[in-house]
T-cell receptor, first 112, second 114 residues
Framework: SQQGEEDPQALSIQEGENATMNCSYKTSINNLQWYRQNSGRGLVHLILIRSNEREKHSGRLRVTLDTSKKSSSLLITASRAADTASYFCATVQMDSSYKLIFGSGTRLLVRP | DAMVIQNPRYQVTQFGKPVTLSCSQTLNHNVMYWYQQKSSQAPKLLFHYYDKDFNNEADTPDNFQSRRPNTSFCFLDIRSPGLGDAAMYLC?????????????FGDGTRLSIL
């Protein structure tokens, strides 16, 4: 079953701009992960943030987690056309073992 | 490079005709997963293997079966495909069955039903 929703469903920006995607979830989590999916391809793991962490960086990616609001955001700075993809958040719940439950995804288009 | 490989990338079958999708991995990971992803939707976990232990999701139809003959290979069998089974099928692996393990995905098999 789907854990939560992502917002916006679709986002179109100009190359060089920042892109922010939001993810909300419903139950307590152990960690939250972000994945990227290029059209017609598999998912690629981007970053993992644990429930006791508030912010994490990886290159041009910045992820925040607010467990009180059950939400996370992914910021991509200085976007490139190659960042065009769908982005999914996925949670590992506290009461499950290790299964990922994916959000609905945000489709990002970066215009050259 | 170590990776997860799915064959074929595209599969066409007839309504009701059994079909098998395959996944192999060179990562030597203990856990292998099968997901179904329909257009513009999130991946949905069908089942997974932790070593030889099979774990089925409660809402996975009986029409879907899986086999893992060894560490490297895992198969998805659809016994009698219906039109609603047309989707992308993704195989993924993780090193161990722990919560902080990222999953590594293959590029999927897109299944069409005629």
């Amino acid at each position: 079953s789907q854990q939560g929703e992502e917002d916006p469903q679709a986002l179109s920006i100009q190359e060089g701009e920042n892109a922010t995607m939001n993810c909300s979830y419903k139950t307590s989590i152990n960690n939250l992960q972000w994945y990227r999916q290029n059209s017609g391809r598999g998912l690629v793991h981007l970053i993992l943030i644990r429930s006791n962490e508030r912010e994490k960086h990886s290159g041009r990616l910045r992820v925040t987690l607010d467990t009180s609001k059950k939400s996370s955001s992914l910021l991509i700075t200085a976007s490139r056309a190659a960042d065009t993809a769908s982005y999914f958040c996925a949670t590992v719940q506290m009461d499950s073992s290790y299964k990922l439950i994916f959000g609905s995804g945000t489709r990002l288009l970066v215009r050259p | 490079d170590a990776m997860v490989i799915q064959n074929p990338r595209y599969q066409v079958t007839q309504f009701g005709k059994p079909v098998t999708l395959s996944c192999s991995q060179t990562l030597n990971h203990n856990v292998m997963y099968w997901y179904q992803q329909k257009s513009s939707q999130a991946p949905k976990l069908l089942f997974h293997y932790y070593d030889k232990d099979f774990n089925n999701e409660a809402d996975t139809p009986d029409n879907f079966q899986s086999r893992r003959p060894n560490t490297s290979f895992c198969f998805l069998d659809i016994r009698s495909p219906g039109l609603g089974d047309a989707a992308m099928y993704l195989c993924a692996t993780s090193r161990v069955a722990q919560r902080d393990q990222p999953q590594h995905f293959g590029d999927g098999t897109r299944l069409s039903i005629l």
